[in-house]
């Protein structure tokens, strides 16, 4: 039986988090500020789990008396701000990437349901794949996994063509969470630049895997371009393999300053990390989620 796409342990451990933006949006709100008092226009819509901190106006008393258990009551307040995850499905992902790229989408996603937000998960490669909307709490969060498990990488990738078709399929302002190797023959600062343009805010997430970046190779080799098929041979020691993660890591620089001039932040993580440290240690750390 294959394994979960995320551990029932981990899913207990994120229920504490919610995502931040820093943008401010008018007219919108987020799940997480979504109010946990009944009131006109309120709808219920799920429980949480109680955690210190939290407002004991908020507990579900009656269920504490069935339960014994402190649980939050969780309401619905139009408008929130949308949460878009744009995970790379392009081929270069296959290399080590990919399960770890859906991992931290199914993961963000439940944070989302979780704290209300409204979510979409939307792959991308070469043009915009079909996408998915969830929203309204964790009972949704078997689609979201059906729907992660069910993709497949291919194609090239082509970000300035993405880019535009999700402005024109997203027109309202929101959080985009970009998933990616960040790995295009193109340009990719003008097609992020293009997004923060058009007012939506930005947190790229890059991951590679430790041979992207430190190749273990050495000696006449060939290699394959997973997306083109493009082949190029070259020789292999420990200054060819300095030199070239010298150039990997300035090109990572440059994603992580494309982020931040855009008022974005930026997450490099590397496939070896377990995603749940790694949410907990650097992600937390940018501020994205808390």
Not at 27 to 40: M, Q
Not at 95 to 122: C, E, H, N, P
Request: one cysteine or more.
């Amino acid at each position: 039986m294959p394994e979960p796409l995320i551990s029932t342990a981990l899913l207990e451990r994120l229920e504490r988090l919610a995502i931040h933006w820093r943008k401010s949006l008018p007219g919108l709100v987020g799940g997480h500020h979504t109010s946990r008092f009944g009131g006109a226009g309120q709808e219920f819509l799920d429980h949480r789990q109680y955690y210190q901190g939290d407002d004991l106006r908020a507990v579900n008393w009656r269920a504490y008396l069935r339960l014994e258990k402190l649980v939050l009551k969780m309401f619905q307040l139009e408008p929130r701000v949308p949460v878009r995850i744009l995970i790379d499905v392009s081929s270069s992902m296959n290399t080590g990437k990919f399960d770890y790229a859906r991992q931290l989408a199914g993961a963000l996603s439940y944070v989302g349901l979780v704290r209300l937000d409204a979510m979409t998960i939307q792959p991308f490669s070469n043009k915009l794949h079909d996408s998915f909307n969830a929203g309204g709490g964790r009972h949704q969060f078997q689609p979201v996994i059906d729907f992660l498990t069910a993709l497949q990488p291919t194609a090239t990738t082509n970000f300035m063509d993405c880019s535009r078709q999700f402005i024109a399929k997203f027109p309202q302002r929101g959080l985009v969470i970009v998933i990616s190797d960040f790995l295009d023959d193109g340009e990719f600062e003008k097609p992020i630049q293009f997004l923060s343009d058009f007012g939506h805010e930005l947190v790229l997430i890059q991951t590679w895997a430790d041979q992207d970046r430190t190749p273990p190779w050495d000696g006449e080799l060939e290699l394959e371009d997973a997306e083109t098929g493009q082949k190029v041979e070259l020789a292999f020691d420990r200054d060819a393999r300095a030199q070239y993660t010298a150039a990997f890591d300035a090109y990572a620089e440059k994603v992580r300053h494309v982020a931040q001039r855009s008022g974005g932040r930026y997450l490099g993580i590397p496939s070896s990390v377990p995603v749940e440290q790694a949410i907990f240690g650097p992600l937390v750390d940018t501020g994205a989620v808390s």
